[in-house]
């Protein structure tokens, strides 16, 4: 999957979880340069305590290589 990006030299993007998987290797441009995204990960930890709901613990977590 390849995803366009107006900014210069910054990884910013919306990911689609529903459409890619996180399998998927990403081609992401900007203006100066192209990055590859590997080994996505996300993790959510929804928290509860005695009171209900306390939120999220969220990340999301990839490695990058600068392919120009």
Not at 4 to 15: G, L, V, W, Y
Not at 40 to 52: A, I, L, S, T, V
Request: with cysteine; net charge neutral.
């Amino acid at each position: 999957m390849e995803i366009a990006n107006n900014s210069e030299d910054r990884i910013q993007f919306n990911f689609p979880f529903e459409k890619v998987p996180l399998s998927s290797n990403i081609r992401i441009k900007t203006e100066n340069h192209e990055f590859l995204l590997l080994n996505m990960k996300y993790y959510n930890n929804e928290k509860w305590g005695m009171f209900g709901y306390l939120g999220k613990d969220c990340q999301f977590l990839y490695e990058y290589k600068i392919l120009k």
